[in-house]
């Protein structure tokens, strides 16, 4: 300790409360960016590698068993197998389910082809398998909400599952899915045609 010139009596070598909790956090802080910017170990990319195999196969499978059956009303049942269940579904959420499915396959071949490259050239981080994980449900809602504005703005309200082109909504689907990027930019251009949009409200993230 020692003797400061009022008197007072100043414990050398202590921290003060306040810059030890600073100190702390900043601590902390590092050491998450550091988990996150570290590079993936083998046994982590063999287990991605088996979750994107199964994610694909199990998205093939569903899109082959809930795929419409054709001459059949929209408001009819038909009956879906899904491993050992059976669900009844009209033909109309039929279609919507594939077009879903279609849009997540086409995210997942997106994100296999990333992982791959990335985990051949050694540069796969820890940060970019929360992006391959989440890809593919990103892209079935992008594929539903450009099925939804297809069919409102160029397909007639009379028309419906029974008559729809069910192969080529599918295969829209899975290319809003594999470029994904490129529709949600297109999206945003027609949103700001129909509702305009004020600099302040812009999103830069888009």
Excluded at 98 to 111: E, P, R, T
Aim: no cysteine; hydrophobic share 50%.
């Amino acid at each position: 300790m020692a003797k400061e010139k009022n008197g007072t009596i100043k414990q050398a070598g202590k921290t003060p409360p306040a810059q030890a909790k600073q100190k702390t956090l900043t601590t902390q802080k590092a050491e998450t960016i550091d988990v996150w910017d570290k590079y993936v170990s083998p046994a982590g990319a063999v287990v991605m590698t088996v979750y994107l195999v199964i994610l694909s196969i199990l998205l093939l499978y569903s899109i082959f068993q809930f795929w419409p059956h054709q001459n059949q009303h929209r408001s009819a049942t038909q009956g879906v197998y899904f491993f050992v269940w059976q669900i009844p579904i009209s033909t109309e959420m039929s279609l919507l389910a594939v077009v879903a499915l279609a849009g997540a396959l086409g995210g997942q071949i997106h994100a296999i082809r990333s992982f791959a490259w990335y985990v051949g050239n050694r540069k796969l981080k820890v940060s970019w398998l929360v992006q391959y994980i989440l890809t593919p449900f990103i892209a079935a809602s992008l594929a539903l909400i450009f099925y939804f504005v297809l069919r409102a703005l160029f397909i007639p309200m009379n028309s419906n599952a029974e008559n729809a082109n069910t192969y080529g909504f599918v295969g829209l689907a899975g290319l809003v899915g594999l470029f994904s990027t490129m529709v949600v930019n297109k999206l945003r251009r027609m949103a700001v045609e129909i509702l305009g949009l004020l600099q302040h409200e812009e999103d830069s993230a888009a």
